[in-house]
């Protein structure tokens, strides 16, 4: 009677799921055989369900992006789309507040790279979906990095002139908690931090920005984002400068002899170098430093001085004895003093 009950329950099931009705199984093998074979069709009908809605989010997503595309871009961001993929929620708004406070700082274009990772819920294993989605490790990674096509993208649409690189990163550290670092120095050549500034003009080659976003994507977060700003580098006009003069002794004498106390052993001030010093502030005591005079300091002394705007623009960056081992000696130069490298706005 029980097995009765079970074939005809069963019976109804397959029906129900595929407006079939089986031949009725009389043995205990021939039951259990139906069910796998009901089961079989279930699993296979939610896979088809699954690939459909997948199928229809890809449309709807390649509409969307579609519509996005034909809105004409601003030239201060180089990101579309196609290229750069949007972020959404608070990791897009986070991001777009990230370009807006470029702007406000002097940025002239800003893009963003980004990597966002989620459990994927049909075990599917590890599979390229696409060139920015993939499935690896249980997770679905949605990749919009910097790729070398990325950057070409980026460069060819670069106005005129030479750029720093400057970032602000965000993170999802745990969900709904997030992580916006800023105050970033400006990129350097080689990803490390002996390399020389990187200066981006039309012509650089996009090799130098190709996964120069890697060391932010070492750890894996639910969502990732570094947001660059393109800062023009211009050329000071000494005429405009006022020259930088303060107190009893010179503000610059002031700066370098207290690099020099501060110094590690053996690259103290000696008296040789408090002479040097010295005469060369009676030069510019009455009349103030100028870059020039910087210059001229810097050779005395063998030892590379940078001065730079309230911005951390370089106003005076010769690029000669930073390889020497010793230490920089950064200067800022606002309302005609020279302060110390701390001194930054906003």
Request: charged share 30%; hydrophobic share 35%; glycine share 8%.
């Amino acid at each position: 009677m029980a097995h009765a009950a079970r074939a005809r329950q069963l019976q109804e099931e397959y029906v129900a799921a595929t407006g079939i009705r089986p031949k009725y199984p009389r043995s205990q093998v021939a039951l259990q055989g139906l069910r796998e074979t009901l089961d079989r069709y279930k699993a296979a009908t939610a896979n088809l369900k699954a690939n459909d809605a997948r199928r229809q989010g890809a449309k709807n997503l390649e509409d969307e992006l579609s519509r996005l595309n034909k809105i004409e871009a601003d030239d201060f961001d180089l990101d579309t789309p196609t290229s750069a993929g949007q972020l959404e929620g608070e990791a897009g708004r986070l991001l777009r507040r990230a370009k807006a406070q470029h702007r406000r700082e002097g940025a002239a274009h800003a893009f963003s790279s980004w990597r966002q990772e989620t459990p994927d819920p049909y075990g599917l294993g590890d599979v390229a979906v696409d060139d920015n989605i993939s499935i690896r490790g249980g997770n679905i990674v949605i990749d919009y990095t910097l790729t070398a096509e990325r950057a070409t993208e980026v460069l060819n649409k670069l106005s005129d002139g030479e750029f720093l690189v400057k970032v602000k990163f965000l993170r999802e550290q745990a969900p709904d908690v997030w992580v916006y670092e800023d105050g970033f120095a400006p990129l350097r050549q080689g990803r490390t931090r002996g390399g020389e500034v990187l200066e981006v003009t039309p012509e650089t080659r996009p090799g130098a920005l190709e996964r120069i976003d890697r060391l932010y994507y070492v750890n894996a977060y639910p969502v990732s984002a570094v947001v660059y700003g393109l800062y023009p580098i211009r050329e000071p006009d000494e005429r405009n400068l006022d020259p930088m003069r303060d107190g009893d002794l010179n503000c610059v004498a002031q700066r370098v002899i207290k690099h020099f106390e501060e110094a590690q052993r053996g690259q103290g001030l000696t008296p040789a170098r408090r002479e040097k010093i010295a005469q060369w502030e009676a030069r510019v005591h009455d009349d103030g430093a100028t870059l020039r005079d910087v210059a001229e300091l810097e050779k005395i002394l063998k030892r590379a001085v940078i001065v730079r705007d309230i911005t951390g623009a370089d106003l005076y960056n010769s690029g000669k004895y930073q390889n020497s081992g010793w230490k920089t000696m950064e200067l800022t130069l606002h309302n005609g003093h020279a302060w110390g490298a701390d001194l930054r706005f906003p």
